[in-house]
């Protein structure tokens, strides 16, 4: 996965306002921060060069989760929607993905309350003519949702999370309220935002929601039940600026993230779901499902035929139907 050539030119753009060692020391300064308190990187990102350097480093991880999240709904709905809310939209990664993916989406709204963030994002976008009548909301989410509003798609990504504990539960009922057909909230692949989400999924289902991804039944989770948790990956190609500012040299890196997709609608979903890596031994792999029953294991081999193949194609993500 890695970002479409019009967004990495934008990116390209803001980077050239800058020297690579103006960009590496923002960046050596944010990382450091980030090990000692990954919560302050917001507040942290108080000059340009800094905003420029986490989002040439982060922007692509999290649009590639995004994207991949996307894949989930159904293409039927990626064709009627025309709305969505981007909300702690950063630089507006989750609407450029949205833009990328839903091609009759025409009003897009964001609300980021770091005023600096929403501008560079706004300038990112200056040159597309699919954003050219958004609606860019420099607010705290607390504030912007008390409007009436409504739309499609509602899209909490990366956001979720930072969200304070105190008034998730409000905010979540907020952005539900304001849905009118999908809601997706895309967190970092960590215990605390998995055990976040989980508790939005409990909300929901309460609220009579139907889980779209990455659950496929809306019985107990689980991972909670087995005090395990769940996440997700997705390889990410590094650019050339992307592997100067991590100091890498591989040419990818893997983003793990937790995620949860909950619809209006009632809609179909598979069977199960893989949550782990597959393990692929020689003549035979065994499988991780999460499925109505719980976690499974299903090993399948040369005798399985047309399954097997499928299965040796199937990846840790992927909805899995056990039907050649
Ligand atoms: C990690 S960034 C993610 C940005 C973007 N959505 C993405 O996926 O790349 C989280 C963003 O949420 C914003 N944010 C956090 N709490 C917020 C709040 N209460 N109201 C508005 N924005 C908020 C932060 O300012 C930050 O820009």
Redesign the pocket.
Known sequence: MSIPDHLSQALAEEVAKFSQSQLQKAYAELTDLYRTNRKQ??NSLNSAEKRIAYIAA??PA??GA?SRVLEEIHEDLQDRVTSML?????????TWAVAEHFPKVSQFTL????SE?LSLGKRMAYNNPRFKSAHWIS????V?LKTPDKYDLVI????FN???KSSKLK?LQSLWEKTNHSLVL?DPGSKEAFSSLHEARSWLIEQKAHIVAPCTHQKECPAVTQQDWCHFSERIQRSTLHRFLKEGERGYEDEKFSYLIVSKEKNLVSSARIVRNPEIKSGHLKLHLCNENGFEQKIYSKKDGNLYKKAKKSAWGDPWEPTP
């Open positions: 990187i917001n982060r922007m999290t649009y995004i981007d909300v702690g939209a950063g630089p507006g990664t989750a609300i980021e309350r770091e963030m607010e705290s989410v607390e912007a909490a990504s990366y956001s930072e969200f304070p905010i895309i």
